[in-house]
């Protein structure tokens, strides 16, 4: 009877240690997976899955495995909602995304009131960490930044240009369009043409038409790729030459294949190109194995994944507060972009915009290439 006693006593020890050894860190990936932007959602999800990865493969997080799991948003604000919900009632602690800032917006205050951490990889709107919110980070930089470089290449190389502004009227859209204009207005610029259309559309005959009236020679296009290339597309069609200038929601090689031939010499603003950084190469061949090209923010959101849990570890607990509190002393974090620090408000402390054209390459392919 002590025989058979001791050894449920030790049975029960040998459980309990191997249920600690197995606890796992709840993950949550969230972007639009399906959709018209499910480029940028397979970003998110590849670069999230292959950090975790790497990172069990190390032996965890304080010797915790990270377990992942993704919500599609639809780059849906209402959806977004739904997916932040339904990863609070699943136990998820942290999150990497929304992509869309549109989305990052109400999805971090049910995050922040449930005790969940969010980084967002490219979510750019300036709102999304002025609120004063403990739980909301970005790898990004944001609008503001972004608009003022775009706006200084312009003044610089097209004052004496006609210049049209249009937007998806989405919060990153519009956003990112007024920061732009914002920037030519200071600079003695005004826009010939001012115009939102909305996100969604296929047909912008009507709005071809307005950008032809007006003379415009350079547009400035405030939204994503899938809308920025049926535009490029439409122009070209009507014998438009007009050259489209737009920020990083263009940045997939799909807004080419949208956009036909005509995208070539489009203008484009997005950080330093991290797949050419030194700090990337290891974690790029995987992805090559496994036929995915890393581009945009696939390592923006590795990066994300990294950064959470070396303030886990700084923090010595995966307490989702504790690793905020620990980011936000603003002390770098090494990762696959760069070495990464924030401010009390969650934004990186780097500059992080440069201007891109897209070039024809010697296969034939049109791609965007760091100027």
Same mark, same amino acid.
């Given at each position: 009877?002590?025989?058979?006693?001791?050894?449920?006593?030790?049975?029960?020890?040998?459980? %309990?240690?191997?249920?600690?050894?197995?606890? *796992?860190?709840?993950? &949550?990936?969230?972007?639009?997976?399906?959709?018209?932007?499910?480029?940028?959602?397979?970003?998110?999800?590849?670069?999230?899955?292959? /950090?975790?990865?790497?990172?069990? /493969?190390?032996?965890?997080?304080?010797?915790?495995? =990270?377990?992942?799991?993704?919500?599609? +948003?639809?780059?849906?604000? @209402?959806?977004?909602?739904?997916?932040?919900?339904?990863?609070?009632?699943?136990?998820?602690?942290?999150?990497?995304?929304?992509?869309?800032?549109?989305?990052?917006?109400?999805?971090?205050?049910? !995050?922040?009131?449930?005790?969940?951490?969010?980084?967002?990889?490219?979510?750019?709107?300036?709102?999304?960490?002025?609120?004063?919110?403990?739980?909301?980070?970005?790898?990004?930089?944001?609008?503001? *930044?972004?608009?003022?470089?775009?706006?200084?290449?312009?003044?610089?190389?097209?004052? +004496?240009?006609? =210049?049209?502004?249009?937007?998806?009227?989405?919060? !990153?859209? $519009?956003?990112?369009?007024?920061?732009?204009?914002?920037?030519?207005?200071?600079?003695?610029?005004?826009?010939?043409?001012?115009? &939102?259309?909305?996100?969604?559309?296929?047909?912008?005959?009507?709005?071809?038409?307005?950008?032809? %009236?007006?003379?415009?020679?350079?547009?400035?296009?405030?939204?994503?790729?899938?809308?920025?290339?049926?535009?490029?597309?439409?122009?070209?069609? $009507?014998?438009?030459?007009?050259?489209?200038?737009?920020?990083?929601?263009?940045?997939?090689?799909?807004? /080419?294949? =949208?956009?036909?031939? #005509?995208?070539?010499?489009?203008?484009?603003?997005?950080?330093?190109?991290?797949?050419?950084?030194?700090?990337? %190469?290891?974690?790029?061949?995987?992805?090559?194995?496994?036929?995915?090209?890393?581009?945009?923010?696939?390592?923006?959101?590795?990066?994300?994944? $990294?950064?959470?849990?070396?303030? %886990?570890?700084?923090?010595?607990?995966?307490?989702?507060?504790?690793?905020?509190?620990?980011?936000?002393?603003?002390?770098?974090?090494?990762?696959?972009? #760069?070495?990464?620090?924030?401010? @009390?408000?969650?934004?990186?402390?780097?500059?992080? !915009?440069?201007?891109?054209?897209?070039?024809?390459?010697?296969?034939?392919?049109?791609?965007?290439?760091?100027?």
């Amino acid at each position: 009877m002590k025989k058979l006693l001791l050894g449920s006593i030790a049975l029960g020890a040998v459980l %309990a240690f191997s249920g600690v050894a197995n606890a *796992q860190i709840k993950l &949550g990936v969230a972007g639009p997976i399906t959709g018209p932007n499910a480029a940028f959602g397979a970003q998110l999800k590849n670069g999230a899955e292959q /950090a975790a990865e790497d990172i069990n /493969a190390a032996g965890g997080v304080l010797g915790q495995k =990270i377990e992942v799991s993704v919500g599609d +948003d639809v780059s849906d604000p @209402k959806q977004g909602v739904s997916v932040a919900n339904k990863f609070v009632g699943d136990g998820v602690k942290w999150v990497v995304g929304p992509f869309n800032s549109g989305v990052a917006m109400p999805a971090s205050e049910v !995050y922040a009131e449930n005790g969940v951490l969010m980084i967002s990889p490219s979510a750019t709107n300036p709102k999304i960490t002025e609120r004063g919110l403990w739980n909301t980070f970005r790898t990004c930089g944001r609008d503001d *930044q972004q608009g003022a470089v775009a706006s200084a290449y312009l003044l610089k190389n097209f004052k +004496d240009k006609k =210049i049209a502004i249009v937007h998806d009227k989405t919060t !990153y859209g $519009q956003g990112l369009a007024d920061e732009t204009k914002k920037g030519l207005n200071a600079g003695g610029v005004k826009e010939v043409l001012y115009e &939102g259309v909305n996100a969604g559309e296929k047909d912008f005959s009507a709005l071809v038409s307005k950008i032809k %009236a007006s003379g415009a020679e350079y547009l400035y296009w405030g939204g994503l790729h899938t809308e920025g290339g049926l535009i490029v597309r439409q122009m070209r069609d $009507q014998g438009l030459k007009t050259v489209l200038v737009s920020g990083d929601g263009i940045t997939t090689d799909e807004f /080419a294949t =949208i956009g036909g031939p #005509g995208v070539e010499g489009t203008l484009m603003t997005f950080p330093p190109d991290p797949q050419k950084r030194p700090e990337a %190469a290891a974690v790029i061949k995987k992805f090559e194995a496994k036929k995915f090209k890393p581009e945009a923010y696939t390592l923006y959101s590795y990066a994300a994944v $990294q950064i959470m849990a070396e303030g %886990a570890k700084r923090a010595n607990s995966t307490d989702p507060k504790k690793i905020a509190d620990a980011l936000h002393k603003g002390e770098p974090v090494k990762t696959v972009i #760069g070495d990464i620090g924030f401010d @009390k408000k969650g934004d990186i402390t780097r500059p992080d !915009y440069v201007v891109y054209t897209w070039k024809k390459q010697p296969d034939g392919k049109i791609t965007y290439v760091e100027n």
